[in-house]
C-alpha cells in the first residue's frame, strides 16, 4: 500500500507544500501591505482634495458676503446686496462638513455663519421696514433697525475676516 514511489511522491510534495507557504505566505502579506498602504495613500489624498475643496467654495462665498455687507447702504431700494449661505447650508446639511475632521475650524465656521445669519435677519427688517414703511410704524423704530444692522455689520464684518485667515492658512497648510 505504501510502496516506495508513493512514499517519495507524497514527501516530495508534502516539501513543495512548505516550502509554498514558507516563502508564499510572507510574499502574499507583504504584497498585501504594500496594497493597503497605497490604498491608505489614495483615501488620504482624495480627503485632502475634498476639505481643500469645500474650503475654496466656503472661502469665496465668505468673500462674496464681505463684499454684499460692505456694500450695505441705507438707501436699499437701489443698493441691495443680500448675502449668500448656499454652500455652507448644502455642506452642512448634506454631512460634507465631516470631511474637515477639525472641530477648531468648524467652530469659527458655524460662528461666521451665524453672524452672518443674525445680519441677514436683521437687513430683511430693514429692507421690509424701508420698503414698506407702513409695516415698521414709525421712522425712529426704522432708524434704530438700520443703527442695529450697522452694529451687525460691523460684527460680521470682523468674524468673516478672522474665518478668511484661518481658512488661508489651512489651504497653504
Same mark, same amino acid.
Given at each position: 500500500m505504501f510502496n516506495q514511489d508513493f512514499c517519495s511522491s507524497f514527501l516530495s510534495n508534502l516539501f513543495a507544500t512548505?516550502?509554498?507557504i514558507?516563502?508564499?505566505l510572507p510574499i502574499a502579506l507583504w504584497l498585501d501591505r504594500i496594497i493597503r @498602504? %497605497?490604498?491608505?495613500?489614495?483615501?488620504?489624498k482624495e480627503s485632502l482634495e475634498r476639505v481643500k475643496k469645500i474650503l475654496i467654495l466656503l472661502q469665496s462665498e465668505l468673500n462674496e458676503n464681505h463684499d454684499s455687507i460692505?456694500?450695505?447702504h441705507e438707501d436699499v431700494s437701489n443698493y441691495y446686496y443680500?448675502? %449668500?449661505?448656499? @454652500?455652507?447650508?448644502?455642506?452642512s446639511d448634506g454631512g460634507e462638513l465631516q470631511w474637515l475632521n477639525d472641530p477648531d475650524l468648524l467652530a469659527v465656521l458655524s460662528s461666521t455663519y451665524a453672524t452672518i445669519n443674525h445680519f441677514h435677519f436683521i437687513f430683511e427688517k430693514y429692507v421690509q421696514g424701508s420698503l414698506f414703511p407702513s409695516s415698521v410704524g414709525s421712522p425712529e423704530?426704522?432708524?434704530r433697525i438700520f443703527n442695529i444692522v450697522v452694529k451687525q455689520q460691523d460684527i460680521a464684518k470682523k468674524q468673516i475676516s478672522i474665518c478668511l485667515e484661518i481658512i488661508s492658512k489651512k489651504l497653504v497648510s
Open positions: 512548505i516550502i509554498g514558507g516563502f508564499g @498602504s %497605497r490604498n491608505e495613500k489614495e483615501k488620504t460692505n456694500k450695505f443680500p448675502v %449668500r449661505i448656499e @454652500s455652507w447650508n448644502a455642506f423704530l426704522k432708524k
